[in-house]
């Protein structure tokens, strides 16, 4: 009876032990989401900006690969024979690596440039020099070809050139941009295209070595995606506002 | 449901004010990722007075305008809101000491957490952040069979997000139950 007793109406409600997840999924979770962020910080501050893909520069091919924001001196950059605009003695040099269908290079040179040219350049504080970095595609290689012809030929159209260029910027390796292109745009700013061709076929070793070597000098310095620009000791990456460029150009004036 | 959690964690000023300070901790990492070490340069540099100092990071939060595209800029914007609202309410909820907690909405925040970061991607070449990573295994051509050359991460880190936070307002709105076996 008792035995029934206990059996039939007794009997206590078991409660179900907790679900014992693994304890270690949360604290796991976090360590790798840590380890994620730790680890890509410290690869973009090591590597620069974005990547280039199968275009990426051959680092340290021609120079010691130097590591980004450490050994950045405008002093090291490469001017001699550089396309360039403003006072050659002025106090302050900047150097912009850029391919001319990199659509933020066109942001950068629409905002950020065009206010430099009227606050720094134009009154001869600063010289902007044009550094090849065209990783993308065959329309940016053309590009440069005709940019290192031009310099060549009417320096002091470069930069009209070189603002043009950007402006008719279309998709990439499609639509405008082609050699024939170019050229008509040449011919537009009252430069001789003939001669322009012309040195773009016989010299396209040497341009060719020109560009590659920009590139890679910019790789040296950290540069891994356009526009990158040096300014004094400093690296400032992507189309950054005129306002962060303004006061790099500011501290490099005031000697810091 | 989900709005009732939602109002529940953000009715007390302390959660909403730890989501507003960690989104904008996390859109101002995305915006300066590219530039952290001129940053650090700077601001570690003696003779630049502290308010000039100060400029450049505040002038370099412009990049979201001029160094994103416009879907990246969208989805970092995103990626930081949620990440915000995200973090708090999985306080909020761990801050209840709820014994039973089911470990999957917490571990998909944190992969949503870590998704969205790896998603974050400026200039040229969509994720800024996946394509270091790729560079340190020489796989950076990966990105280029991507549709959106790496964007698919922000995207899924804010579907992964999304998920995280439904997850834990359900358990939030939901009482500890225990399950009685007979």
């Keep these: ?256 | 449901m989900f709005f009732q959690a939602l109002q529940k964690v953000f009715r007390k000023p302390i959660y909403t004010f730890l989501a507003f300070s960690t989104s904008v901790v996390v859109f101002a990492f995305a915006v300066w990722l590219p530039n952290i070490s001129l940053i650090v340069k700077i601001m570690g540099h003696r003779e630049i007075p502290f308010t000039q100092k100060l400029d450049l990071p505040i002038n370099l939060l412009g990049s979201i305008a001029t160094n994103f595209t416009l879907l990246s800029a969208l989805y970092t914007i995103a990626i930081a809101i949620l990440f915000g609202i995200n973090l708090a309410m999985i306080i909020y909820f761990l801050g209840r000491r709820i014994t039973e907690v089911k470990q999957n909405g917490i571990v998909t925040g944190f992969l949503g957490l870590a998704s969205g970061v790896i998603g974050i991607g400026c200039v040229a070449c969509g994720s800024l952040v996946l394509s270091s990573i790729l560079s340190l295994f020489g796989a950076t051509w990966i990105l280029s069979f991507m549709p959106f050359a790496g964007g698919e991460f922000g995207i899924l880190g804010i579907i992964l997000l999304l998920t995280s936070i439904y997850i834990i307002a359900k358990r939030i709105d939901n009482p500890l139950i225990c399950k009685i076996v007979t």
């Design chain 1, 1 to 256: 009876m008792q035995e029934q007793y206990n059996k039939d109406e007794t009997k206590i409600p078991e409660v179900a032990p907790l679900v014992q997840q693994d304890k270690l999924s949360i604290p796991t979770a976090i360590i790798i989401a840590g380890i994620i962020i730790a680890g890509a910080v410290y690869l973009s501050i090591s590597r620069g900006s974005s990547v280039v893909g199968k275009n990426q520069p051959q680092q340290g091919t021609q120079q010691p690969q130097q590591p980004s924001g450490l050994a950045v001196d405008i002093a090291k950059v490469k001017t001699e024979g550089e396309p360039f605009v403003g006072n050659i003695n002025a106090p302050v040099v900047v150097a912009e690596w850029s391919d001319y269908q990199c659509p933020f290079c066109k942001r950068f040179d629409s905002d950020a440039v065009t206010s430099l040219m009227t606050d720094y350049i134009k009154t001869g504080k600063v010289k902007l020099i044009f550094k090849d970095f065209q990783f993308l595609g065959e329309d940016s290689q053309i590009a440069g070809l005709a940019g290192r012809a031009i310099w060549e030929i009417a320096p002091d159209k470069f930069y009209d050139w070189h603002k043009a260029m950007f402006e008719k910027q279309d998709s990439e390796n499609s639509g405008w941009g082609n050699k024939k292109d170019i050229l008509a745009l040449v011919r537009s700013l009252g430069i001789d295209s003939v001669k322009v061709e012309q040195l773009m076929t016989s010299k396209a070793v040497e341009y060719q070595k020109a560009i590659d070597a920009d590139k890679v000098e910019g790789g040296a310095f950290g540069i891994n995606g356009t526009p990158g620009t040096i300014i004094g000791k400093n690296l400032i990456s992507g189309a950054q506002p005129y306002g962060a460029v303004k006061q790099l150009i500011d501290l490099a004036l005031q000697g810091k």
